[in-house]
Structure formats: structure tokens, C-alpha cells
């Protein structure tokens, strides 16, 4: 069937203004309509999950994405005439100010169908509409599922000013889409801030030519820039005396702090978590004091315990980093800022902090110093420096239980996402198992890429964090090709199912799989590779 209706829009093909069934049920955001027509001949593209339509007037269209496509009864069907229907979720409308003017595509729905109305096969000129509005701040990180030749744009505003998250299983094509979305970012925002926490080396290949690499034995993070919880989740032991042992590093290291900044004019103000230098062995010393004060030397354990770990660090060349005398030295907080936020960016805005080589007993504080820091810095800022803080592996310190020990990391990206867009401090999480996210982290992450996903834990706990216009699209996560996701949130205007735009080799990251087929076909460069492995172990270095 095809009509010329002046409701379809502007003219041209005939499938511009084809009418394809009408509407027979309308419930809140959801409607149904009977299908007159074959699926193959609604429009220049087969009708399908995710196809779009319309609804309305000249005036007012309302857009509808195909949910689902069934035939109520098919076993009592007259063949070629049964009913087909197709189930439709509202996203949004397009309005024209007068009856010859462009219509402008808004999301939300004021207008609602009613039944028997007219369905109509969205045109090209409404597809384009829709999923193409380039403006200022809108990047382009892919094409369109449905028409390969739309591209697929992404508003940068709201993408980081509401968070988001990149959610796939190993081989999706996870780690190539973030880097997809943060070069299409960082390419057209040459003076942006991004920190992106790289646990396992990945990134620094795909973006050598516009990041900051920093990798072990680059950067520093000194102690004194811990807060008070920070630093006695690696001084104090998990002993029955703990709550001693914490009351007693807590009065050191005020104690060091004041002794250090003496003629600063708020000194007598400072707390144990104040970010300002002192040195440790201003700390030990006092717990030698204190320890030779004591009238019974049975009440010595807490101070042997505290100074014996606090040595044990500024002896172990793996914390040198974060451990050592000379920090002290130098009140260089805001060059360690400026470092890890690029400030100012000089045309390459994202550090990458490789923590590949942080030993395990530290990692939880080491991110947990990063993310508050993070926040702290954006919100004595004022907003006026805006930060993208993104977390790769983020299931592992942002879970959903204690268990992994990493309960500051989860406060301080809690907060992030409960505060930060007022602050100017964006979060990225990017996680191959979001069924074990902090739910209450994941939810305040406004636009979701989810890509391949097998397990059905993880696809139920994604559909979620989606709002309802998107559901439609998340039968399709087992089905979805490397490099596909489906996008859903306040970045992109409506729902969609998009192509990442394929990178080329070197600004891939580097998270390939090992090739055991070909390794364990060949001897060749296996002569030594143990004598280089214990090299590398040893020296804690890659």
C-alpha cells in the first residue's frame, strides 16, 4: 500500500510517505500497531528491530523505535493474511514552528498518538534528522546500524557532564570502543583534562601522539598526599590493637605535619588529613618519644608495629614511588597536579597512568589517593577545570561487595557520581563484568555503551541501568558484532544500535590474545625466555 499523505513529511520518494500500518493500542511510552505490509517493503530498508517510524500530523510527528515484530495467532492465520503486528516505544517528536518549515527533532514525547493513525516508514530526511546533529560540541564515533552512511554523533556535554560507561565481555571490542570514543573526544578538544587509569598497560600504544604516558618508575605520588583513612589502610595491621594503633600514627603524623610547616600561618589548623609535606622520620621519632615515655614497656607493641611497617616501606624499592624521605623536601603538589590532569595540556590533554607494575597490597590505595584527588581538585576548582576520569577494569575496584578490600575506591567514585557533574569531574567506567559494578555507581552513568555481552547475569543487570525507550535493543547484546554497541543515554539523541568507527593499528590499544596456536608451533625465541621472565620478576619491571 502506498499513500501520498501530506502527513509523512516532504515529498520525494514514494517510501518517504508510505504508510505501513496503523496504530491499535497506545500505553504510556509504548504503542502497537497492525502491519499492512510485508516488513521488506516498509521503506528503503527492511523493516526490523530498531527500524524507525512515525506518527502525526503535518505539524507534529511522533517517532517510534520498532521493539518487536510477532503475528499474534499464526497457526489459524489464512496464509498471506495474517494480522502482523509490531510493537513500538516512543522516543521522541518533531516539531515545525510552521506547515512548510524544517521540522526539528526533540527528544520526550508530548503528543501521543491515538488509535488508528496512521504509521509511516521513517524517510531518510527524518533519519538524518534524528541521528545526524552535529553541533559545537557533538563528536562523530561511528555510523548507524540501520543505515551505514548516517553517522552516529555523540553531544560532548552531555556524555561527560552526566558520566558514562562502556560495558562488554572480553573480545567485544571494549578497550578499542573507549579508545574509539576518547580520540574522538580529545581530537576536537585539544585543551581537555582526561586521566585514565590503565591497569594493565593497554593504552599508552593507542595514544602515544596526544597522551602523557606514565609508567612505573614516572610519576610519583607522594605520601603526604594521603588522607588519614588512606594511610592507615596500608600502615596499620588488621590486629585486635588497631584502633590503638590508628589513634596513635593519627597524633604522629599531625605531630609531623606541624613540626614540617611550623611558620606556615595555619599550621595549628592542620588534621592528618591535611595535603601538605612532613616527613616520615619526623613521625618515627615521635614514636620513639612516645615509646620512651611509656611506664611499662608491655605497652610498646603499637608503636614497634607502626614503625616497624613505616621502615619496611621506605626500604622496599617497589613503593619508592609513593614511600620516600625526599618527598618531603619539596612542597610539589602543584606540579604533581598539573602533571596529572595536563595542565596545561599542550595539545596532548590525557594522561595515562600505567599501573601494571603497583604492587597488589597498595593498588586499592593507590587508586583510591587518584579518584579523590580527582574530585578534590574539581571541586576546589569550581568547575572552572573540568576532568574526565576514566577507570578501566572498573568491576574491580568499584564491586559491589567488601570483599575486594577496595571500600575508599568505591566511596570516592560514589561520590564522583553523586556530585561530581556539579564540580566539573566526568567518570568513564569501563567493565567486562557490570553484574558485579556498585549499582549505585553504575545508575548515576546517564549514557551506557553496551556492547557483546554472553552471560545472562551481566545482559539482566545492564537492562537495569537502561531507561524503557532502550530496551527494545538489548536482545540483540549476545548477537553483536566486534566493534558494534548499543547506545543509550543523554549523549546520543535516541537509542541506537552503532558501528565504532574502526581505528587503524597503531592507535589501537594493545589487549589483543595471546596466539597460543601459533606459539606453541614453533621453538624459535624460546631460547632464554626464563632467564628474561626472572629478570623482569625480580626487577618489577615489564
Not at 114 to 119: F, M, Q
Not at 208 to 214: E, H, K, P, S, V
Not at 292 to 313: C, V
Request: overall charge negative.
Amino acid at each position: 500500500m502506498t499513500h501520498t499523505d501530506n502527513a509523512a513529511g516532504s515529498g520525494g520518494s514514494p517510501f518517504e510517505t508510505q504508510v505501513i500500518g496503523r496504530v491499535v493500542s497506545v500505553d504510556g511510552a509504548q504503542a502497537s500497531a497492525r502491519l499492512d505490509i510485508a516488513p521488506a517493503q516498509a521503506g528503503p530498508h527492511t523493516l526490523q528491530i530498531g527500524s524507525m517510524v512515525k506518527m502525526g500530523s503535518v505539524r507534529h510527528m511522533v517517532f517510534a523505535m520498532v521493539k518487536s515484530l510477532h503475528v499474534p495467532d499464526p497457526a489459524v492465520a489464512a496464509p498471506g493474511g495474517e494480522v502482523r503486528i509490531m510493537d513500538l516505544e516512543l522516543v521522541g517528536e518533531g516539531v515545525r514552528a510552521q506547515a512548510d518549515a524544517p521540522m526539528n527533532f526533540r527528544r520526550g514525547v508530548s503528543f501521543y498518538p491515538t488509535l488508528g493513525d496512521a504509521v509511516f516508514a521513517a524517510s531518510q530526511e527524518d533519519l538524518t534528522r534524528i541521528y545526524v546533529q552535529p553541533d559545537a560540541s557533538s563528536v562523530r564515533i561511528g555510523t548507524i546500524y540501520q543505515d551505514q552512511d548516517l553517522p552516529a554523533y555523540v553531544s560532548v556535554d552531555d556524555l561527560l557532564g552526566k558520566h558514562f560507561a562502556v560495558l562488554g565481555t572480553t573480545g567485544s571490542g571494549k578497550s578499542c570502543g573507549i579508545a574509539t570514543i576518547l580520540r574522538a573526544i580529545i581530537t576536537e578538544h585539544r585543551e581537555g583534562h582526561v586521566l585514565l587509569l590503565d591497569l594493565h598497560g593497554e593504552y599508552g600504544h593507542a595514544f602515544r601522539d596526544c597522551a602523557n604516558l606514565l609508567g612505573a618508575g614516572e610519576f610519583k605520588l607522594p605520601y603526604w598526599l594521603l588522607n588519614f583513612e588512606e594511610m592507615q589502610e596500608i600502615v596499620v595491621e588488621k590486629t585486635d590493637e588497631e584502633e590503638t594503633d590508628k589513634a596513635i600514627l593519627r597524633q604522629a603524623i599531625v605531630h609531623a605535619k606541624q613540626a614540617l610547616n611550623a611558620d606556615t600561618e595555619w599550621s595549628a589548623r592542620f588534621d592528618s588529613d591535611s595535603p601538605v609535606p612532613y616527613r616520615i622520620r619526623d613521625v618515627l621519632r615521635y614514636l620513639d618519644e612516645s615509646m620512651g615515655k611509656l611506664d611499662k614497656p608491655t605497652g610498646a607493641a603499637p608503636f614497634l608495629r607502626l614503625r616497624n611497617r613505616m621502615n619496611a616501606m621506605l626500604s622496599d624499592r617497589r613503593f619508592e614511588f609513593m614511600f620516600n624521605e625526599r618527598f618531603a623536601m619539596d612542597d610539589d603538589m602543584g606540579d604533581i597536579l598539573a602533571q596529572l590532569f595536563r595542565i596545561p595540556a599542550n595539545g596532548k590533554p590525557m594522561t595515562i597512568l600505567d599501573l601494571s607494575a603497583v604492587p597488589s597490597d597498595i593498588m586499592k590505595v593507590v587508586i583510591s589517593l587518584l579518584c579523590r584527588l580527582a574530585f578534590d581538585f574539581a571541586y576546589w576548582g569550581d568547575g572552572n577545570t573540568p576532568v574526565l576520569l576514566v577507570c578501566e577494569e572498573a568491576h574491580r575496584y568499584a564491586a559491589r561487595t567488601d570483599e575486594s578490600g577496595f571500600a575508599l575506591t568505591r566511596r570516592a567514585l560514589s561520590r564522583i557520581g553523586n556530585e561530581g557533574r556539579k564540580y566539573g569531574i566526568s567518570l568513564g567506567l569501563v567493565s567486562q563484568r557490570p553484574s558485579e559494578l556498585d549499582m549505585g555507581i553504575l545508575s548515576q552513568c546517564s549514557t551506557i555503551f553496551a556492547m557483546r555481552m554472553n552471560n545472562t547475569r551481566d545482559q539482566d543487570f545492564v537492562r537495569g541501568t537502561l531507561s524503557e525507550s532502550g530496551l527494545g535493543l538489548t536482545d540483540a547484546l549476545p548477537s553483536l558484532r566486534t566493534g558494534e554497541a548499543v547506545v543509550v543515554g543523554e549523549g546520543l539523541a535516541v537509542p541506537a544500535r552503532v558501528y565504532l568507527d574502526f581505528l587503524p593499528e597503531e592507535q589501537r590499544p594493545s589487549s589483543g590474545t595471546a596466539e597460543f596456536s601459533k606459539s606453541w608451533k614453533t621453538g624459535e625465541n624460546k631460547e632464554g625466555a626464563v632467564a628474561t621472565i626472572v629478570e623482569r620478576w625480580r626487577r618489577q619491571r615489564r
